[in-house]
């Protein structure tokens, strides 16, 4: 598994090794190598959802889906941590970039916990969110518990509940029937931890880097992630990355709804 790029490279041949399935951690969960939407499919479906949103029956709900599906094909996290986060858990003072304290579940109920580097545009993603679409659902950011994705649903308080994973899911599935077709059904929020991977990889970020990012227990399963298909096409990289002209356009964009 952890030469599966170099044999691609050299021979054209995707191998798989058995010696992983044989290791691979416990539980039942197929563990085949899954290839994510190529990178040029990924900026195609969010480019053109980027353009859907200015005619957006309900805008502030389809920025919030749009952000939670961009943000989890630029770093990897799981639908249920983007439910969970909160505004209070972006740290925007540490490391380099700022981090994410991600929160979520193991396997076996424990709660799991990491801070994860606002890397790849990220950092970018999160500040034109929470300083603009963000306010369309309620004032109350600087309040401890505020989600960071909100429902349209308010508590007795008046605030606004978390988002369901329902309904980012059901956000994606529509965005890639519209916008990827030959991927419906299987552009999902998963697909985009996937993608995430593969693209991190491919900019030259060790594989244990993303192991941490994505919260893996086992390095063969972020190897999984990693789609070698992607990695070694003559001088040619995956470009996932937000760009300068990207965040403009969604600034612009939120100043002409507003």
């Not at 951690?25 to 563990?31: A, F, I």
């Not at 978390?162 to 077709?181: C, D, N």
């Not at 003559?234 to 403009?248: C, D, H, I, L, N």
Request: glycine letters at 8%; one cysteine or more; a positive charge.
């Amino acid at each position: 598994m952890r030469h599966q790029a170099d044999i691609h490279a050299a021979t054209g041949v995707l191998v798989q090794c058995p010696v992983d399935e044989i290791n691979r951690p416990r539980g039942k969960t197929n563990m085949r190598v899954r290839i994510p939407p190529p990178a040029a499919d990924i900026d195609r479906l969010f480019a053109g959802w980027r353009d859907d949103l200015h005619s957006a029956r309900k805008y502030a709900p389809s920025v919030r889906n749009y952000t939670a599906c961009r943000l989890a094909s630029l770093i990897g996290p799981r639908v249920s941590e983007l439910c969970l986060l909160e505004v209070h858990d972006i740290r925007w003072d540490l490391g380099t970039f700022g981090k994410v304290l991600l929160r979520g579940k193991g396997s076996r109920g424990q709660k799991k916990e990491r801070l994860v580097p606002l890397i790849n545009g990220s950092r970018e993603l999160l500040e034109w969110w929470l300083q603009g679409p963000r306010w369309e659902f309620d004032g109350h950011l600087d309040e401890p518990g505020a989600p960071l994705f909100p429902s349209e649903r308010r508590d007795p308080g008046g605030r606004c509940k978390r988002v369901s994973t329902s309904a980012i899911r059901g956000a994606m599935a529509e965005a890639a029937e519209r916008h990827l077709p030959r991927w419906s059904g299987r552009a999902t929020p998963h697909a985009l931890r996937h993608s995430a991977a593969s693209d991190l990889y491919a900019q030259g970020i060790n594989v244990v880097a993303i192991q941490e990012l994505l919260g893996h227990r086992w390095i063969n399963t972020t190897m999984i992630y990693v789609n070698p298909r992607e990695l070694h096409q003559a001088g040619e990289k995956p470009q996932v990355a937000w760009s300068r002209r990207e965040a403009e356009g969604l600034r612009s964009l939120y100043e002409l709804a507003a």
